[in-house]
Structures are given as structure tokens and as C-alpha cells.
Nanobody
Framework: QVQLAESGGGSVQSGGSLRLSCAASGYTSSTYCMGWFRQAPGMERVGVAN???????SYANAVKGRFTISRDKFKNTLYLQMNSLKPEDTAMYYC???????????????????WGQGTQVTVSS
């Protein structure tokens, strides 16, 4: 089993930055690919970015050039640096992990086995 716990959400103005963290515990050696998802009210939960255990990353078009995903294997922590935030980035952000690699693909939520509880990000205009 793997437990995931997000932190770092909050409220910022448009153009601001936030860094989300996701601490993993348990059988973390099985988390070959980890990712961030987001879900706005009334919307589907969609992938934002993911990173393989070897550091290979992929991003949704909506966040390319503004968000950066990274992973500290020694601390078992996943990060999402979010810059140039826009009101449309407002959502609950979730950390997720799967036991297979992602190979540069943004897999849908159903392909991820482990999930955190989420952290809210609100961007005001």
C-alpha cells in the first residue's frame, strides 16, 4: 500500500505562484509513475502532469510552460511548481501514483491506483 498526502494549496491572485507537495509513504518503490490531477466543481478530474521514476515528464497542454513537476526520490515527495497562475487553474489538486511507468503519456484517472485527499488551489482575477 502507498499513502499520499498533498499540501501547499491556497489562494493567490492571477499571475502568482504556488508549489504543491505530495508526501508518499508505504511501499513507495512501486510508484513508477506519479502525477497531479485537478478537478474543478462540476468537471471531470483531469491529468495535469506526471513523472516517471527515471524523471521523464509529460504535461497537459493547458499548463505547459507554466507548471513544472518534479520528484525527490530520497524524500519520497512529489512537487508541482505552478507559475503564472490563471483563474481557470482553480481546482482541487490531487496527487496520484500508478505501479506502471507512464512513458510520456498522460493516462486518465482510472489508470492510477493510489490517490491523496487533495489540496485546494484558488486563483482570483
Amino acid at each position: 500500500q502507498v499513502q499520499l498526502a498533498e499540501s501547499g494549496g491556497g489562494s493567490v491572485q492571477s499571475g502568482g505562484s504556488l508549489r504543491l507537495s505530495c508526501a508518499a509513504s508505504g511501499y513507495t518503490s512501486s510508484t513508477y509513475c506519479m502525477g497531479w490531477f485537478r478537478q474543478a466543481p462540476g468537471m471531470e478530474r483531469v491529468g495535469v502532469a506526471n513523472i516517471d521514476s527515471d524523471g521523464f515528464t509529460s504535461y497537459a497542454n493547458a499548463v505547459k510552460g507554466r507548471f513544472t513537476i518534479s520528484r525527490d526520490k530520497f524524500k519520497n515527495t512529489l512537487y508541482l511548481q505552478m507559475n503564472s497562475l490563471k483563474p481557470e487553474d482553480t481546482a482541487m489538486y490531487y496527487c496520484a501514483a500508478r505501479t506502471l511507468r507512464c512513458f510520456g503519456n498522460l493516462y486518465p484517472r482510472f489508470d492510477y491506483y493510489y490517490w491523496g485527499q487533495g489540496t485546494q488551489v484558488t486563483v482570483s482575477s
